[in-house]
């Protein structure tokens, strides 16, 4: 709270956070302070009990569920990532598809997806791999979950006016990509530099891109 008020003109994005961490004091700061992005990364890993257990995280389904369930009221338009990893050793179909069906219902709007990767000296190491075959997969079905949870977000976007910054990207002849606070990306004119903060009101979809004609300059320092 305090570092928000001291510095008001720098935005702050959280990012990695455990699930118990999305608590009461921190969602409330939100919605004080305007310098904070309407954003969460949460690290969720998976969302079977099983798993979790496993991995040894302080979290279970539920709470993590809360949690999400929690950060969305913030706002219809917020925006919510999640860490997911793959092919945990032991990992089932059974668990797979827990983590599967609960992202399929909540409120994310976007994945990361990692493959497990051992690391020596840990009791995962010593565990048995789930086969790379099925570790493949199961990241193709995750990822393509992620694809539709991302499209779905940002056509909620459409006709509303956010804050975004300009990137140097240039996705499409004459546009630029802009990335809103809500860590989604929107097509603008090139016209507008690099590093500007602007505010945009997404119009649809060009080539599955969101983009936006409508641009001005954000009110915001």
Same mark, same amino acid.
């Given at each position: 709270?305090t570092v928000?008020s ?41 969302? #079977? ?33 999640a ?62 979950? #992620? ?7 940002? %056509?909620?976007?459409?006709? %509303? ?10 996705p ?20 507008? +530099? ?8 997404? +119009? ?9 004609d ?8």
């Amino acid at each position: 709270d305090t570092v928000l008020s001291d510095f008001p003109d720098m935005r702050f994005r959280l990012s990695s956070i455990h699930p118990n961490e999305v608590k009461k004091p921190l969602l409330d700061l939100f919605n004080k302070h305007s310098n904070m992005c309407p954003y969460l990364h949460i690290s969720l890993q998976s969302a #079977s009990d099983g798993v979790l257990t496993r991995m040894r995280r302080p979290y279970d389904v539920q709470s993590a569920g809360q949690a999400i369930d929690d950060a969305a009221t913030i706002s219809p338009h917020f925006g919510i990532g999640a860490d997911v990893i793959v092919g945990f050793p032991g990992e089932t179909d059974v668990e797979f598809e827990e983590t599967r069906s609960f992202i399929k219902r909540s409120p994310l709007s976007y994945l990361h997806v990692f493959r497990f990767s051992p690391r020596p000296g840990t009791p995962a190491a010593e565990m048995k791999p789930v086969h790379t075959e099925t570790v493949t997969e199961r990241s193709r079905l995750l990822r393509a979950l #992620s694809r539709a949870k991302r499209h779905d977000f940002e %056509t909620r976007l459409i006709d %509303t006016w956010l804050e975004a910054i300009v990137e140097t990207d240039v996705p499409l002849p004459g546009r630029r990509q802009a990335t809103t606070g809500n860590y989604a990306t929107v097509q603008v004119p090139d016209d507008w +530099a690099p590093g500007t903060l602007v505010r945009v009101k997404p +119009a649809g979809f060009i080539n599955g891109m969101l983009f936006a004609d409508e641009v001005t300059v954000s009110a915001s320092p």
